[in-house]
């Protein structure tokens, strides 16, 4: 098939004459096998490219010898391009593939993101994607909030600064009467020597100010380990310096915290290697790193193990190195930290809990990931000289394995029992622009902001003016309505049955008294139907029963 | 002259409540020069002629005290001339001769240590006859005040709300300050507030979603496209934006890789290039021609309005560009840095380019008149200039800016507008929005280059504190030598009331809500610090030492109560040189002059040193005493004051001639119904600072009643056991004062027989360590002596045997024993308590000694059934 055999082309992000649901729908000259490879061949490339979509159609088109290929689309500009692809010969080979995944890949929602929209989606909570980044706008108008992956529009953006500054943070812990480990910035090796003396006993040298828990160095006794340490993380931070601090005993905890509640918290254990005298500890990583958790992609929950700077250390301290191969029941430390796996939460101590909250809280944010360190979770930090590490703003879903992260921020925004809609009146037919108009008017003499693109933050109502050809070209911005006035007797349009469709059960039609077609509306929807007389100034009157209708849904 | 030693003091201290460096002099050995130059340097350095020659023989010269106060008065004026101005100094002679003691303001720490370095530098050479070089001296100085201090954005909110009287703390190296306490408070960070939402800022770093939005609620915007590659962007200039176009970033701000007015393919892929370094995604959007604006948005209004205008000189048709340059570049108000109005021009590569395209070199001569751009875009720091245009901003534009900043979420944001003429409607003009900034700069609005300087900081301050409000919360302060710590906890318990927040620091440590967080000694300025950067305090109890006030200054700036207990014989007197009880009074009114002025000092008539201090409060005072008709309570009252004592059995509020009986004296468990007197002035003391709090009456009543003696209430303060019979007491109180008091209270306790442990901290003098002895002398007949943990510069044992020699005085001590460990000298005491016995135990370290008691006493039962060995 070419792009000459296209007769058109378009994509719906919401109902539209061919689905309720977002597809690209292209009217295409030829066979209907060669449209339904077409439109399978669209469908899987943009699996391919990470999509969640799953169906595609074909039908005949209204012209002989046309076909209408209906496919389920994500992202606009990824379904058109998968088309295009597959416009040129299907099945697409796979070198072609390749370089529409990778281009893709930056485009097509990140898992957090994705979760946080199907977690939308399934409260009906309408949500849309603003640009390419991973900013949702739930809700409409008035009722709109906004979430930035775990970071919810009430996040302030001195509480993420502080949350980054580690030292910063800890003061603020201190000051909340959190226990956190003793400790100080140190400026240079010797310095970093020194602290370690002060404090006494095993430190931790990490970076001031990164991020993943990278060259974050545990354990550490002796002088030149800690120079070494100090090196390493020096470059990872922004000012140079390095937090000297006190090693404290137990178990690494990430405890997530959303809107003042604990809701997942993880624990890891240190990790081991053990021999069995014939490989070397190379190999038994690479076996370790088989596990399906262990991935560099954002949904796996655990990293791969790497010969990075800190697990080279570690094998060094004890004598080891990747090449070394155990003797049989022989065990090796490989890794303290980074090995968050099994879940806890419901181990949590009610104290601890209160801890974690009180942290996030201290710092200023409404959703962080919580890491500390005890021997037990189930027993109150202060009982076993455990500590709070880290306020980490923006915390990972994926980790929580079998949380529903995703439901609980959105439940954090949007409370059970709402959803964020606005009351929609849609108008339409050839007199839309005049009835809308008036609509408009006495909304505003109200002071009811209205508009038709549900953005505005003050926008209580949404109005909207269609024409068929307007339907038929771009289709609907929104999937369910309140109030639909039809102004056209003579038949019953596509487009307009397609807005009849969307009216919820609670809504009203508005129609003239002329229109035969009344009874076939009423299979289309089950809203309350009423009629007006298209009289002299059947516009006001028509406005006024709307405004009425939406002042009771107000 | 030496430089001895420079301490900071940041909190109200005893020279006053401005932050001083205290710097210790000796003049010893230097003769009249040093006063003369010192003299003849603090005349001129305010306004320095190059031409004037160090000749300070000339000048009379006045003595020591003359110099250092010269000298102070030189750091001040270098700090002022730095940028960071201070005016308060003072100049005390101490008792060693030739020495002295400067105190004087400062603003940013490390640049007054240098301007003291530098002006005892300056004063020495120029008494040697030496050229010195004041100017250059200064350049060096305002480098490192622009180094230190906060820029000037985040300066102007922070002297906006000291106008309001509102407290600020910084709280990192850069911006970052906390304006309020507790959980009044809010953080700022330049023009970032705590309201200023993480996602706002992510929308507003993103032009594309801006634009979305701004056009959602009716903003005009110019026309523009996203394109990711050079022909794109050729081709959507052409075809659907129209030439002339801009090309941008589309992510990130700063004016960085935007080009503009570009109508040529070479310039537009050139432009795109540039751009795409700063990220894939560029955006080509309709050239608006016009003026650019900045509106500034604080809180839903237009607070200010600014026509930026780029770098650009001016030709007069004689001089060069380059020449032109550094003509504007003499103008004081530009500067290297962020720091200053403005800054500097410079010949860069892009000027170079700039010229380039305006087909100039910096040594072309401009006609004269033509006005010559060194920079296309108008961002101060590439050195525009700013007008201040705010009052001809129209209702229509300043609505369109009100409402972008409300659709992408900001509470302070900057608005570029491009337009012909901003008092009249956009629309009218094709003028644009263009540009949403987050933590907009606000230099050009503080200190236009032209036009009225706006009160920026103000409108932010207003934002967050409406009103009026001045983000405080109440603190209430307690000094005296004895029963601090007791008054603390109590006044704390009292001060919750029926749901405060409270945090308090005392001697045992940090208590949030009533939950210790902390098992320091936690009396001191840090502390309190900690607590009121916690967002969750609602009011606050501080115990302030004597050590934290002469060391660090007080921890707040300013308190609604002070209570000070007494003064009696004084503490610590010979230390840190405080040598007699008045000079610990007057380090110890430090609370008392920090008090605010519709706030109260609550203070002991029966101590004439304390009673005294009422002549340092800007408030109004609350006495206490035991009795009533004590004449300067009564005196208080006749003139309509206030104040607290007990008739009878009952504690009695006074208010000039109203009184009403608050409670009795038995129904407040510390004082064991009323029969130890220390505790009941303590009791007072309290009950009148929480009444100055503000704690209605009917919940003092139940407050106080609920306030136990206990082990967790108040540990090692009059703790009472019973122990087979005997009655046992563990009490802290460890001064002259204390002890006199203790030994009053043991009337109330029916015993025959009375033991002691005791002993003192090594920094104690002699003669206070023989004074106590002499009293455990005449007060016990067993007496158990050990040393203590910190026994300071003495040796070991040499403390009880001071304290012996004064017991060997006493009338009533039959038996001294020595127990060198102090958990083992608590043991040994205990063991020996029988029926009718009475056992008072002070101990060193009260955590170890309570659980020392606790163990004992779960174990107690078995060992008087079983004597077993240990």
Redesign the interface.
Known sequence: MSMAQVLWVRCFRGPSLWSREPVLAAAVRGTPEEAGALAQETLRLQVECGAHVSRASCAEGSEPGTQLAVVELEDEEVARRCFSAALEGCPVPADKVGPLREWAD?IVLGPNTRALAEAARRRSIPVRR????S?LILGYGIRQR???GA????????????GW?KP?AK??L?????PVPAGRLASDAADAVAAAAELGGPVVIKPESANHGRSVYLNLTDPAGIEAAFSAAQGEGATGQVLVERCVQGAEHRVLVVGGRVVAALRGDPLYATGDGVRSLRALVDEINLDPARGVEPECPLYPVEFDEVTLATLGRQGFTPETILAAGERALIQRNGNLKLDVTGDVHPANAGLCVLAA??V?LDIAGIDLVAEDIAVPLPEQAGALLEVN?MPGFAMHVGIPVADLIVREVYPEGTDGRIPIAAVHGASAATVAREIHAALRARGVVA?A??????QAVGLFEFSEQGLFERGLEFDQCDVLVLTDSECFEPGARVLAGCVGAGGLVLLPDSAPWRAELATLCSACVRTYAPGPGWETTVARMVDEELSGLG | MRLLKTKTVPGPNVWGLCPVIESTLDLGGSDDSLTAASAWLRRHIGSWNPDLKPSPNGTKSGGHAELVRDLAHIVLELQKLAGAPASFSKVVETRQPGVFLAAFEYVEEQLARECLDAACEMVQAAAAGQAIDPPGTVERLRATAGRQMLGPSTNSIVQAARARNIPTIRLDEGSLVQLGHGRAQHRIRAAETDRTLATAEGIAQDKEVTRTLLQAVGVPVPRGFTVTDAEDAWYTAVEYVGLPVVVKPRYGNQGRGVAADLSTCEQVKAAFEAARKEGEDVIVEKFAPGQDYRLLVVDGKVVAASRREPAHVTGDGRSSVRALVDEKNRDPRRGDAHATVLSKLVLDEIALQVLGEQGYTPDSVPVSGKRVLIRRNANLSTGGTATDVTESVCPEIAEHAVAAAAVVGLDVAGIDVITGDISLPLEQQSGVIVEVNAAPGLRMHLSPSEGTPRDVGGAIVEMLFPNGENGRIPIAAVTGTNGKTTVTRFLAHLAKGKDHFVGMTCTDGIFLDGRRISSDDCSGPISAGLVLMNPKVDVAVFETARGGILRAGLGFDRCRVAVVTNIADGDHLGQSGVETAEDLAHVKATVVRAVLPDGAAVLNAADPLVAAMAADCPGRIVYFALDGHNPILVRHREAGGAAVFVRGRAIVLAEGAAEEVLLDLEQVPITFQGRVEFEAENALAALAGAWALGVPKPLLVERARSFHTGIDEVPGRMNVFSIRGGTVILDYGHNAAALRAMTAALEAFPHRRRLAVYSMAGDRRDSDLIHVGELLGDAFDTVFLYDPYTIRDRAPGEIPALIRQGVERGARTREIVDVPNPAESLRAALDRVEAGDLLVMQPDDIDEAIALVRTYLSQVPERVGEREAR
């Open positions: 930056e603003m640009g390419r980044g900013l906004r979430l930035w970071r919810s529009d009430r996040t302030s953006a001195i509480a993420e600064m502080i500054d910063l003061e603020m201190r000051s909340a009467g959190i809280e201290a200023g703003p508009g693109l549900l953005l505005h933050p003050r």
